[in-house]
């Protein structure tokens, strides 16, 4: 059972444009959201998270939006860059305490054109 | 600051072999570790975690195990590697806000 969907395994958004990267989940207890951003080889970073008691979050060109009632959260970049071409994953989390554990969606590529 | 290592970054093992991938973390006490495998075209799945010295815990039944031996120490291992084992693995360390850091990642090709 997968409760954090990323639908859209790819993307391709030309340069200076916005992205918009979607994720969904079904576990309504889920109370903290995240974006990773992964290059190749390389080990998933933090992006951007937000918590449950808000519906926007923004850092620079990243904006994550939230949902609650449909279940879903998307995360903006605008204007794109060739640097951001990666893959993004969508993760949650429930509770509060000393291992909270993040649940992953399956991940988006992101390819911006030049 | 923080910083989290893990090796070796590729590997290429024989099916029937053992497996011993470790991670250390630096500038930082009592982390919480993890273990994650992301297998190709799939995201992130959670194999282990731990909260302190000698505590494991698994999410997914399987032929791989974890130990931590030590508080910055987390070793991930197996005495004999299926082919479905292959994927790239990744440690990572967090404290209690949540948001998890990740190693560099081992890439395992089972063969």
């Known amino acids: 059972d997968q409760q954090v969907k990323q639908n859209s395994p790819s993307l391709s958004v030309q340069e200076g444009r916005i992205s918009i990267l979607n994720c969904d989940y079904t576990?309504?207890?889920?109370?903290?959201f995240l974006w990773y951003k992964k290059y190749p080889a390389e080990g998933p970073t933090f992006l951007i998270s937000?918590?449950?008691?808000?519906d926007k979050n923004e850092d620079g060109r990243f904006t994550v939006f939230l949902n609650k009632s449909a279940k879903h959260l998307s995360l903006h970049i605008v204007p794109s860059q060739p640097g951001d071409s990666a893959v993004y994953f969508c993760?949650?989390?429930?509770?509060?305490?000393?291992?909270?554990?993040?649940?992953f969606g399956s991940g988006t590529q992101l390819t911006v054109l030049p | 600051s923080q910083t989290i290592h893990q090796w070796p970054a590729t590997l290429v093992q024989p099916v029937g072999s053992p497996l011993s991938l470790e991670c250390t973390v630096e500038?930082?006490?009592?982390?919480?570790l993890y273990w994650y495998r992301q297998a190709a075209g799939r995201g992130l799945q959670l194999l282990f975690y731990?909260?302190?010295?000698?505590?494991i815990s698994s999410e997914v039944p399987q032929n791989l195990s974890a130990s931590r031996p030590q508080d910055r120490q987390f070793i991930l291992s197996s005495k004999k590697l299926l082919l479905s084992d292959s994927g790239f693995y990744l440690c990572?360390?967090?404290?209690?806000?949540?948001?998890?850091?990740f190693g560099e990642g081992s890439r395992l090709t089972v063969l």
């Open positions: 576990n309504s207890m889920f109370d903290y």
């Open positions: 937000i918590s449950s008691i808000k």
């Open positions: 993760a949650a989390s429930v509770g509060f305490g000393s291992a909270r554990q993040l649940t």
């Open positions: 731990s909260v302190g010295i000698g505590q």
């Open positions: 990572a360390w967090s404290v209690t806000t949540g948001e998890l850091f």
């Open positions: 500038g930082t006490s009592n982390p919480n």
